[in-house]
Nanobody
Framework: QVQLVESGGGLVQAGGSLRLSCAAS????????MGWFRQAPGKEREFVAA????????HYADSIKGRFSMSRDNAKNTVNLQVDNLKPEDTAVYYC?????????????????WGQGTQVTVSS
């Protein structure tokens, strides 16, 4: 079992930056692949980024590639998402998720544990 708590969201102007964090508690955090998803009002939850259990590989959605960067620190049981050059269309609730699959997945259904989300609002 893993409990996930996100933080770092907020209101920012277009072009600004935020650093989202996800703190994990529970056992075997370093064995989980981790992902970030987001959900805007009236839209489906969508994949943003994912990282392997070791941190050796990351994958990003095309819509945010080059602007967002995901990392993890297994010693501290945390994952981070650095979000730069934010756009109004990035406005959403951002969720951290953990997957017991050994491979990275872009599908929310492959993630077993979810945080409560952190709101990111980008003004134009």
């Amino acid at each position: 079992q893993v409990q996930l708590v996100e933080s770092g969201g907020g209101l920012v102007q277009a072009g600004g930056s935020l650093r989202l964090s996800c703190a994990a508690s529970g056992r075997s955090f370093s064995s989980y692949a981790m992902g970030w998803f987001r959900q805007a009002p009236g839209k489906e939850r969508e994949f943003v980024a994912a990282i392997t259990y070791s941190g050796s590989s990351t994958h990003y959605a095309d819509s945010i590639k080059g602007r967002f960067s995901m990392s993890r620190d297994n010693a501290k049981n945390t994952v981070n998402l650095q979000v730069d050059n934010l756009k109004p269309e990035d406005t959403a609730v951002y969720y951290c998720a953990a997957s017991t699959y050994s491979r990275i997945s872009y599908s929310a259904s492959d993630y077993n544990y979810w945080g409560q989300g952190t709101q990111v609002t980008v003004s134009s």
